[in-house]
């Protein structure tokens, strides 16, 4: 993922020269305590042509992502191998790059610099917040406090 000239050197070569299948991005943690970098599998065909290419974000492979890496339930792996047997067969719409799978064309990694970082291309659907208006809370604060200063001086009476 690098963007040295090398490295795109190399990303065009595998996208140019040979039939880029498959990106699948592992999250950080997968190899730990040995390392604790991103990971991509990457598939691909010695000849043959890049098109369409199969990318998949993978956030849990079953394993906790800390240096302990103990079993847990999430694991996207079986949904990985499902995922792509439908793409590979082409059966499914995988045009919507707000889901785990979604397919990219080769044009848009050669607009990208050759770019397989899956972040290059995956939208994140953002849902705006609604917030009360300041005024509204600055009402409400008052009145606990009002109330908050009658139960104090309540609580002082029954002191005497």
Do not use: C
């Not at 699948?24 to 010695?46: D, H, N, W």
């Not at 080769?106 to 609604?130: F, G, H, P």
């Amino acid at each position: 993922f690098g963007s040295s000239k090398a490295h795109v050197q190399l990303r065009k070569h595998l996208v140019e020269h040979n039939q880029l299948e498959a990106v699948i991005s592992l999250p950080s943690g997968v190899f730990k305590p040995y390392a604790g970098v991103s990971t991509a599998i990457i598939i691909f065909s010695k000849g043959g042509a890049t098109e369409d290419v199969f990318f998949y974000d993978v956030t849990a492979d079953g394993f906790s992502l800390d240096d302990k890496r103990q079993k847990i339930q999430e694991d996207d792996l079986p949904d990985v191998k499902a995922q792509w047997l439908q793409w590979s067969e082409h059966q499914g719409d995988f045009s919507d790059r707000t889901r785990k799978a979604f397919s990219v064309a080769k044009t848009d990694l050669v607009a990208q610099n050759y770019d397989l970082s899956i972040n290059r291309y995956k939208q994140t659907v953002y849902q705006a917040e609604k917030h009360e208006n300041p005024r509204d809370i600055l009402k409400r604060m008052k009145e606990l406090e009002n109330d908050i200063q009658k139960e104090l001086a309540e609580l002082e009476g029954m002191l005497g």
